[in-house]
């Protein structure tokens, strides 16, 4: 590529180039010494004392977040008199938990009826707010305003409200003691993701939707081939919030499930806590072994999505 002979003003701290010098060259002198300021300026930034007290607070407060589930994990590997001993450092440090709590209780299954149920939750809600999403979002029709403020007023209801209807429609339809009444109510999709998913939607454009149409691609082919892979973050994070409100959800379980081969990861720990705990034996070591084991599936999906859960939440809330 050959220079154009002009004169480019400089920077400051710049130099500015003379008559004659092509205008890459000029234009790499001067973003080289941009640069430079950038990140002299950057380095000093970082050594304010606001931007220490900042990372001090983080620190501190992870320390906080952190804390609970270290000494849990410490917990795990201590025998039963140490337990409580609050070292982070097992005196007495032990496997033989981890091989007695597969004994005691049927933790792989429950582990597998979690799983379960959480795919198909996530799944399902995930699809389903998004369809309701993208019909809020891109069709026009009267009281479109109207109906989706009493799909958000959903959200205001307490579940205890709708605890009992919902127990009597499962019980009339036979599954009272079955996986199916704790997912399959996610077919009618969440007012919360609506929200979220529609947010996205609305920062979309529809140019782009209309230019589909008009190549001929229909309604659905539009809203999946082309709407669905745009909105990648924002349906990462409905799944991974799913993922874990499923995973942790004990009242439903509560409610629902009777026998032990249906159990699924909280109803399980609940049931360890009456037999081994306040009402049993008192083998707390059992308990925060089987805690810790089925908390690291969970840790581990936020570790894999957090990248996508922060573009996710961060371009919702700021598009639309």
Same mark, same amino acid.
Request: net charge positive.
């Given at each position: 590529?050959?220079?154009?002979?002009? +004169?480019?003003?400089?920077?400051?701290?710049?130099?500015?180039?003379?008559?004659?010098?092509?205008?890459?060259?000029?234009?790499?002198?001067?973003?080289?010494?941009?640069?430079?300021?950038?990140?002299?300026?950057?380095?000093?930034?970082?050594?304010?004392?606001?931007?220490?007290?900042?990372?001090?607070?983080?620190?501190?407060?992870?320390?906080?977040?952190?804390?609970?589930?270290?000494?849990?994990?410490?917990?795990?590997?201590?025998?039963?008199?140490?337990?409580?001993?609050?070292?982070?450092?097992?005196?007495?440090?032990?496997?033989?938990?981890?091989?007695?709590?597969?004994?005691?209780?049927?933790?792989?299954?429950?582990?597998?009826?979690?799983?379960?149920?959480?795919?198909?939750?996530?799944?399902?809600?995930?699809?389903?707010?998004?369809?309701?999403?993208?019909?809020?979002?891109? @069709?026009?029709?009267?009281?479109?305003?109207?109906?989706?403020?009493?799909?958000?007023?959903?959200?205001?209801?307490?579940?205890?409200?709708?605890?009992?209807?919902?127990?009597?429609?499962?019980?009339?339809?036979?599954?009272?003691?079955?996986?199916?009444?704790?997912?399959?109510?996610?077919?009618?999709?969440?007012? @919360?993701?609506?929200?979220?998913?529609?947010?996205?939607?609305?920062?979309?454009?529809?140019?782009?939707?209309?230019?589909?149409?008009?190549?001929?691609?229909?309604?659905?082919?539009?809203?999946?081939?082309?709407?669905?892979?745009?909105?990648?973050?924002?349906?990462?994070?409905?799944?991974?919030?799913?993922?874990?409100?499923?995973?942790? +959800?004990?009242?439903?379980?509560?409610?629902?499930?009777?026998?032990? +081969?249906?159990?699924?990861?909280?109803?399980?720990?609940?049931?360890?806590?009456?037999?081994?705990?306040?009402?049993?034996?008192?083998?707390?070591?059992?308990?925060?072994?089987?805690?810790?084991?089925?908390?690291?599936?969970?840790?581990?999906?936020?570790?894999?999505?957090?990248?996508?859960?922060? +573009?996710?939440?961060?371009?919702?809330?700021?598009?639309?």
């Amino acid at each position: 590529m050959t220079g154009i002979d002009v +004169d480019l003003p400089g920077a400051t701290g710049a130099p500015v180039p003379r008559r004659g010098t092509s205008v890459p060259t000029a234009a790499i002198a001067t973003g080289a010494a941009h640069v430079e300021a950038l990140r002299r300026n950057g380095h000093h930034r970082r050594m304010t004392p606001g931007r220490v007290f900042a990372w001090i607070a983080l620190a501190l407060l992870g320390v906080v977040f952190v804390y609970p589930f270290v000494w849990l994990v410490s917990a795990s590997f201590k025998p039963r008199s140490e337990v409580f001993d609050n070292r982070l450092i097992p005196e007495t440090f032990t496997l033989d938990n981890y091989v007695q709590v597969w004994q005691e209780a049927p933790l792989a299954l429950w582990l597998m009826n979690t799983l379960i149920v959480t795919v198909l939750a996530a799944v399902t809600v995930t699809l389903s707010s998004a369809m309701v999403a993208w019909g809020f979002a891109y @069709f026009r029709f009267r009281g479109r305003g109207v109906l989706f403020g009493l799909v958000l007023a959903t959200m205001m209801l307490p579940g205890a409200v709708t605890m009992i209807p919902v127990f009597l429609i499962w019980n009339g339809l036979g599954q009272v003691g079955t996986l199916t009444p704790l997912w399959a109510g996610n077919l009618f999709g969440s007012a @919360f993701y609506i929200f979220l998913l529609r947010q996205f939607f609305l920062g979309l454009p529809r140019d782009l939707f209309d230019a589909a149409r008009v190549d001929g691609a229909t309604q659905w082919g539009v809203f999946w081939r082309i709407a669905l892979p745009l909105c990648k973050p924002a349906l990462a994070v409905t799944l991974v919030f799913e993922v874990q409100a499923v995973w942790t +959800d004990l009242m439903r379980a509560l409610i629902y499930l009777r026998d032990s +081969d249906t159990f699924t990861v909280p109803r399980g720990l609940k049931s360890l806590v009456d037999a081994f705990g306040f009402g049993g034996e008192w083998h707390w070591e059992i308990i925060v072994t089987a805690s810790v084991i089925t908390t690291i599936p969970m840790i581990i999906v936020f570790f894999l999505a957090q990248r996508q859960i922060i +573009d996710g939440v961060a371009s919702s809330g700021l598009k639309g």
